[in-house]
């Protein structure tokens, strides 16, 4: 997985795991993301990304299926063109490119770090660490918009769509001046997924970068 593809996936799927912005008066669009992220628990799906350059060429496509669960549980699973897996099993977060036969771990508090994943992540302040923009309606979908105040989380915008209630699109903006564009597709909420599905054990023979943490270091 490049490093492209693991900060747009780090931010999508922590973004699905926080809490609503609170302490302030909310408008249409503070309301959107407080109704989904109170309501919402668990998601699983299906998503297309496309990566456009500044010339708004598209120079890259991928596709793949995601599970989340609140709090802090994910498996962001890449189908095409390379089959990859980003899975956070509650302390670590692990990369694997089976092309490569590598994967590579880290603590998940710092895999996350600054990145627009918080937004989604867990907590009822993540929201404190980016600017509010406002929000706007384009046919039937209301667009959110966000942006870091952390200017080396790596990306200088965010935006969320939600059509009918339901988060379908989202937007990244970089400091390449590149937009990375999520489409979520057949999208359950609240239905039960297997604990099996974010637990992770690197295959035999493949090279392993990093050290995971111990959940009982994080559990002191």
């Known amino acids: ?32 993301i407080e109704d989904f992220l109170s309501g919402v628990m668990t998601i699983s799906g299906r998503f297309e990304q496309q990566l456009i350059d500044a010339d708004d060429n598209v120079v890259e496509e991928s596709a793949g ?21 980003l899975i956070a099993d509650g302390v670590n977060i692990w990369s694997y490119d089976v092309d490569l036969e590598q994967v590579t771990v880290k603590p998940q508090a710092e895999a996350l770090g600054s990145t627009p994943a918080l937004l989604l992540g867990g907590s009822t ?36 769509g939600f059509t009918d209630g339901d988060l379908t699109r989202m937007l990244f903006g970089d400091n390449l001046e590149q937009t990375t564009l999520i489409a979520l597709v057949d999208v359950t909420y609240n239905e039960p997924i297997d604990p099996q599905r974010f637990e992770f054990t690197p295959p035999d023979g493949v090279d392993v970068v990093g050290e995971p943490l111990a959940r009982s270091a994080v559990d002191l």
């Open 125 to 160: 302040e993540v929201l404190e660490d980016f600017n509010y923009l406002g929000s706007f309606a384009d046919r039937g979908t209301t667009w959110v918009l966000l942006k870091p105040k952390d200017t080396d989380s790596g990306f200088n915008k965010v935006e969320l």
């Open 65 to 85: 299926t995601l599970d989340i669960a609140r709090p802090g549980r994910f498996r962001w699973s890449y189908a095409e063109p390379y089959e990859q897996e």
């Open 1 to 32: 997985m490049n490093g492209q593809q693991l900060r747009i996936s780090l931010a999508m799927v922590s973004l699905v795991l926080a809490g609503p912005v609170i302490g302030q008066e909310a408008d249409e669009g503070q309301r959107l």
